[in-house]
């Protein structure tokens, strides 16, 4: 449709009809056994449900035809539905979690992941996707940092950008591509004390400098949606907040798409103590520029009448509606009401998605611990043990649409390596110590205890046969994700003890960790011969631990967020600000910033992450000794495989910015390279540093350079390497 056909059909369209386009309800309200949660199914008025513009979380071809159909039938201007879903690492082919993929370090293999995911999307009916997740999170506790790519904005910025160019393509008419939504705008991973839903407060520099870079970078991309974030930041909520919505999201970033506010979120300004009432949130959403309520019902209940008083002007009406039928008309859905609806279709997983889910599976682990070669696995007697070895649950929480059925578990994808006389296993004990709070409520086994002690029998059993254990560990898939805050990042303590009286048999052990955030690993490092972290790997899961654990693969993932020693170090990150007095690395540190009992820095810092080779970093040098803003400097270094077999790594380039109107981080991330080399093989890696990348958020509130002294480190984690130094004259 041309935009005067868009322009006209807007003008024939009745008050109620254009407010409706702004009303998003769930799925379940259409359809009898849609999954999905939150306010119960029957509360949306039969009027509602005939003009709301658009609904979410239900999928499947046959079931959205239906619905499209019906519902086109009924609008009195056969407007389409528009539906969308939580996409967020899979749809049915299921990949590792988000932060996960953070650690592959591999923005080119994320953009080919959404890819696939969009298009099995796509065919499935879906049109628009609730993702990427750009927000930066630097605190274990809170749940939701398995749905990021973790602590770094660099990074961040990278992979939100190749998932929205990835979701989208080209061409969104094309039906194998749905719409992408960068959220949640904005800072919602600053949550105090890492609870979720919890207030943020943030400077305007610290907001500006590392939590909004990811979002602009990836709007960059034009995704056709953002969303805003449950959260306020320094006292507003961000569903209400004119000046992220309006001064930074519109003018700044120049966001010319549909603003979509988190669940509930419109409505929940009232609990916030921001607005009044439904009216008032529905007001002061619309004054901040939110295009669809999502769910709170504060639209559908009031904007009609704000608008018919006069409170909220027509013209603000029309310009959020044009621009809601402007993203159904992106996605031809004018042209083609019915795109992916078609029946026969439907979405399956093809050999192509598992062989793409797998590498991105063993491209995501990440080797902390390798003592004594123990990895890759030997050919002798390997016993596969512990409530990860054999469970199909290796999808995360919001992983709705990806059925465990098609997940390879690790212990099938060991009987395909191994001869079966070589392998067993053994289950070890539950996931979880008994009535554990989980997302989806307490978890309570029938005779826990008799259920334990035969299981730790058989373990034990199995252990005492083998050469080596491969413990297999974890937080359950509903313990990371939304609403899943926890004030202890330890392993259960029943974990704990299997692995306790696994050590007791003296066998080799490699302890395999299913995560979605990080944990306190301090104790399992010390108990274990390997340690690995496994993520929340999703359908090809078993496949590419496999791959890793008998050497197909090198593992080549790196730490995209620090893990501590203890939960009290969190909120924890490698790019802090200095102080004025930095504890010494060596030598007397009384009276300096540290801790009495724990280090400052992480058990295993972002970016770390070892090889089955090793690699050795000589001759770095820069281009010059100094560089005029509109110059460049080359940084470089070469890295040799000093191994003996193939591997890949992440050489990396930091930089400190020494002095400045503002301080400076420590160090930050200014680019990453992967780099692949066969045993006695080097490359030279370099890096072009340009006066943009210096630039920061100055005392004078501008994104300057500072003339001064920079340090630069090409190395292989945030804490490694010997800097060198230039001037930006
Ligand atoms: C989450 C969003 C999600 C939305 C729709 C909310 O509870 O915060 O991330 O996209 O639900 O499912």
Redesign the pocket.
Known sequence: MDRKALEALLNDMSLEEKVMQLVQIPGSEYEAGAEITGIERGQVKDSVKRLAGST??IWGSKRLKKIQEKYIMEHPHHIPLMFML?VIHGHKTVLPCPLGQGATFDPDAVKKGAEMQAREAATDGVHAT?SP?ADLCRDARWGRIMESTGEDKLLNSRMASAMVEGYQGDDLKDSSHVAACV??FAAYGAAEGGRDYNNTELSEHTLREYYLRAYGEAIKKNPVMV?TS?NSINGIPATGNIFLMKKILREEFGFKGVLIS??GAVGEMINHGFAEDQRDAAYKAMLAGVDID?CSGCYSTCLEELVNTGVVSEKMLDEAVLRVLDMKNDLGLFEDPYRGLDIDAGSIITDESRMLARKAVAASLVLLENRGKTLPLRNEKNAFIGPYANTKRLQSSWAFSGNDENTVTVWEAAMEAYELEYIKVAVGCTMLDQDTVTARGIRHVDHWQEENSKLLEEAVQAAEWADTVILCLGEDSTQSG?ATSKASIKLPEIQLKLLGEIKKTGKRIVTLVFTGRPLELNEVRELSDALMICWLPGTEGGHGVVDVLTGKVSPSGRLPVSFPYTVGQEPLHYDMYPTGRPKPENGPSAFTSRYLDCENGALYPFGYGLSYTSFEYTDLKLSAQSMSASETITASVTVRNTGDIKGCETVQLYIRDVTGSRVRPIRELAGFKKISLEPGMEEEVSFVINEEMLRFWTAEEKWESEAGKFRVWICNNSCSGQPLEFQLV
């Open positions: 979410l979380g939580d609730f997740m959220k949640h969303m449950f988190d669940w999502m939304e």
